[in-house]
């Protein structure tokens, strides 16, 4: 072909200041679109406030004692960890399903948008919702539970959690690789439920049957739910050197499946 | 449409003009499937090609590789002289897809200040909004939207960057005849402002209306190609509908015919040219009444070309 081709113009790249105004947007918008989706917004903060009000409040009038510490604590703790995985599994496997089975993900990658300002927007809008989830948690265990906890113990809780969700974003991007928009919820509620439950999530890995309790040390949840105990000074097990490690080799697990969803995704056949 | 002069010139001239998208000898496999093989074209500056074609004749996955969404199994893909997932190559095209969905959360403005911070030198967002013809509805959420509203949606998001050259995948999928002009419209003041755009449908009135330039395909081949006039030109030329006695086979030996059916009363024949037709019929028949002549639709020239025959039944357009 000898036809002469028009090159590329020399318009200016972008500048710094203008890809970070697209990461910011797209941040953005990610969480104003989930916040406005009532099944994400709603369940997601719900199911942990609603537990631990039940568990944590009403049906724990005397504040016992728990754990080396109280059961309204050691309750923001363990639902604490339960909720920001459900943020994250929720706000990126389907999330990620539903965009990328109907077709919308194609569009935004057919425009300009850097690629990883969608990643990184929808790990903002985890964070963002994770310490949302929280940040309610404590202040009801302060205003109802009788909670204590040193301001250095709340912000180490708070920083563990909402750090400790970046994992589960990449479980929750793994699975939005290889489940289909459909199935997605259903899909991530059979990982989130069982995991939490056998984390010790629900009910403390001490009251859990012995097979559980041996299970349990290789769930990723049960790593941060021992991290998010050990910042409120609460008994828990394992040192937090080992937890915070096995968190990071399970992301970069979950991180290289993602990448062969990817892949593999990009050779499938569209309409 | 038929009787307007075109000015774009052959295919064949198409080396003097410069190119800014292009298809060299490009075949792409999904496994075993034959999806495109073999395909050459390009895409000149402000023209209006249409890549026209049955359903799964490999029309989208043309749009995806000159996207840079697919990789061609062979062949090379070439759009502004560079790689088409080059970011300075994705500035300058915008893309309306087949999408079954939008977050459906956002509002229209919102999904438009999003696309548009993509580009660097976008549209003002009014302006955005007055060619999609959203002005109204910029507040309403992309749920709340009706079909045709969310497919200028979606042509918002195309223009919004102000690129040079657009592809829009089955744009009027899905909508009414009214919403269909409307956007016709829409595309034909994007050509007017000096856009390039490359369209792909299997309506086939829409590439009659609207290209300059239409590339038939089909099972992943071109198998046509030259201005909607050549292309039916080039297979059945003209219809001749008459009420004549002579039987079907004495006419369908008569120089020129192509094809004869009978129409209750009347005969249809598909002919290359109508002249040399009407003297041999009017020769064998002096009480032949009723001749009608008209030019053969382009679904004819469509059907033809894809079916190998064209028996297909048709109302003049």
Not at chain 1, 5 to 32: D, G
Not at chain 2, 292 to 314: C, H, I, W, Y
Request: glycine share 10%; hydrophobic share 45%; aromatic share 8%.
């Amino acid at each position: 072909m000898s036809a002469a081709t028009t090159t590329i113009s020399s318009r200016p790249a972008r500048s710094l200041a203008s890809t970070l105004s697209v990461y910011a947007k797209e941040a953005k918008y990610e969480f104003l679109k989930m916040f406005r989706l009532p099944i994400y917004a709603v369940s997601t903060l719900a199911f942990p406030v609603m537990f631990y009000v039940l568990f944590g409040l009403i049906l724990n009038p005397r504040q016992a004692a728990f754990g080396g510490t109280s059961v309204a604590a050691y309750l923001i703790a363990s639902y604490g960890t339960f909720g920001v995985m459900g943020a994250a599994l929720f706000g990126f496997g389907v999330g990620v399903a539903v965009e990328r089975g109907q077709g919308w993900l194609e569009v935004k990658r057919a425009s300009p948008m850097p690629p990883y300002a969608y990643f990184t927007a929808k790990i903002a809008m985890c964070l963002l919702f994770s310490t949302l989830i929280v940040a309610s948690l404590l202040l009801l265990g302060f205003a109802f539970g009788g909670v204590r906890l040193s301001t250095l113990q709340t912000l180490e809780l708070l920083a563990s959690l909402v750090v400790g969700s970046i994992p589960f974003c990449a479980m929750g991007l793994a699975l939005g690789y290889f489940v289909g928009p459909n199935s997605a919820p259903a899909l991530v509620n059979c990982f989130y439920l069982p995991l939490s439950f056998a984390s010790g999530l629900w009910f403390p890995i001490e009251m859990m049957p012995k097979l559980v309790q041996k299970i349990a040390p290789g769930l990723p949840p049960f790593h941060l739910a021992q991290i998010a105990l050990c910042s409120i000074g609460a008994n828990h097990r394992g040192s937090l050197t080992s937890h915070w490690e096995t968190l990071l080799g399970f992301t970069l697990v979950c991180v290289g499946l993602a990448r062969i969803g990817y892949h593999r995704d990009q050779g499938k056949l569209y309409g | 449409m038929l009787s307007e002069v075109v000015h774009i010139p052959q295919p064949n001239q198409a080396g003097t003009r410069p190119t800014i998208a292009a298809l060299h000898a490009v075949t792409k496999l999904f496994g075993t499937v034959r999806a495109l093989e073999h395909i050459d074209f390009s895409i000149h500056p402000g023209e209006l090609v249409a890549l026209l074609g049955p359903n799964g004749a490999g029309k989208t996955t043309a749009v995806k590789l000159l996207l840079g969404l697919l990789s061609p199994t062979s062949g090379q893909v070439r759009v502004f002289g560079g790689d088409p997932r080059d970011p300075r190559t994705r500035v300058r095209t915008g893309a309306m897809l087949q999408t079954a969905k939008v977050p459906e959360t956002l509002r229209v403005r919102e999904h438009i200040d999003l696309f548009s911070s993509y580009y660097p030198a976008p549209l003002p967002l009014a302006q955005t909004l007055a060619i999609a013809g959203l002005e109204t509805i910029k507040d309403r959420k992309f749920g709340d939207l009706s079909g045709g509203q969310k497919q200028r949606v979606l042509l918002a998001l195309a223009i919004c960057g102000n690129p040079d050259l657009l592809f829009l995948d089955e744009p009027t999928v899905g909508m009414d005849v009214e919403a269909r002009r409307a956007l016709w419209e829409q595309i034909r003041n994007l050509v007017a402002r000096g856009k390039t755009v490359l369209l792909t449908t299997h309506y086939l009135h829409e590439a009659d209306a609207l290209a300059d330039r239409v590339i038939v395909i089909n099972k992943g081949s071109i198998i046509a190609e030259g201005t909607p006039t050549q292309i039916k030109a080039q297979t059945s030329g003209r219809r001749i509908r008459c009420v004549t006695t002579l039987p079907l086979d004495l006419i369908r030996r008569i120089n020129g015919v192509l094809d004869v059916r009978q129409d209750r009363e009347a005969v249809e024949i598909q002919a290359a040219q109508a002249e040399s037709v009407l003297r041999g019929l009017l020769l064998q028949d002096p009480n032949v009444s009723g001749i009608e002549v008209t030019s053969a639709g382009l679904e004819d020239a469509f059907m033809a070309l894809t079916r190998g025959s064209n028996q297909k039944p048709e109302e003049p357009r």
